[in-house]
């Protein structure tokens, strides 16, 4: 089995599943009620025994609103498949923390830095930021500076000054002088 | 001292006068010049001898959180030798420590760590901010990291870079050993034991 050859499995078996090939990787799109079916169906019958990464992207204005991607590969290092599913803000997520172990830490991250919840999963605590604080940062309306946040004896936060800042550097501006990080 | 042993006889005849002198005489001048304590008497103020032997034995509690810990590692082994300066006694306690080198970027989640640290040191204590991350929250314009550790701790020496070489490490300390050398420290003492 090839990578290509997973990816059409996939999507053949489940309904409303999109397939994305992309300088040889494949993106395997799903519906969020096929997604732990799909991921169960990747372990056991594709032989995907390793998760590399889980992690989450806030398409701040789309709906459904956030997207979870999942990084799988075989042992051998064969064969990777990536895949994708979207939820709205509300919504929860089964975990495949029982599938993959690793995915435990990754989705008390995706918790804690993105908000988005697991369901089934054994201790979803925040993994970064420590229990108490009130924000999810990696969001979109979160603003890069922080902001002001108290936990007596435990932490706090303050506002980072940016000077006119997020600073930006600009791709493919053809000098390194205009390319330079500037306020924006 | 020995002439105390020496003892002028007032009352007896001119003669026994004289030997008593010259007793005492040769004494004084055995006594003025003892080898054993030759080069040994300095006279000073005590507040210089008290900042000479506080400014030249400064041990250091390395609080390393980045890479300027990796500098600050350098700075204390044989090739810049920080030791040549009184402060090589890097000792993981705070309880013994006199100066706490803040080397590295200062996160929320760290920065009341430090502070109880701080706070476990024995007075007198000195911070040294190094490098950018800790004089000012550095490149981390972020939610996550403090901006500067003199926002929870009185800093007295900052260093700049990132990370600052270990002859940058070693000015900073020498700055230091400077301020204490100008500090009142009999006038500190006195009035620290007035209030206690």
Redesign the interface.
Known sequence: MNTNQAAQTVSEKFEGSTVLEFRGEHTVTVALTDFRLVMEYCKNELGFDMLLDASSVDNSGDDPRFALVYELATLDDSVHLRVKTHIAECEEVPTVSDLWATSDWHEREIWDMMGIKFSGHPDLRRI???EGYT?H?LRKE??????PSEMP??????E???EG??FVTSAGAGSRVKAEPRAK | MTTSKASLNVSGDASEDLNAAAVVRSELAHAAYDSKIEGNVIITRVDAAINWMRKNSLWPMPMGLACCAIELMATASSRFDISRFGSEVMRFSPRQSDVMIVAGTVT??M??AVKRVWDQMPEPKWCIAMGACASS?GM????????GID?LLPVDVYISGCPPRPEALIEGLMKLQEKIDGEESTVDLKSESLVS
């Open positions: 970064l930021m420590w924000y940062p979160f603003p890069l500076a922080g902001k004896d435990v932490a706090f936060t303050g980072a000054p940016l800042g997020p | 929320y989640k920065a009341l929250g981390y314009r972020s939610y996550a990291v403090l901006q926002q």
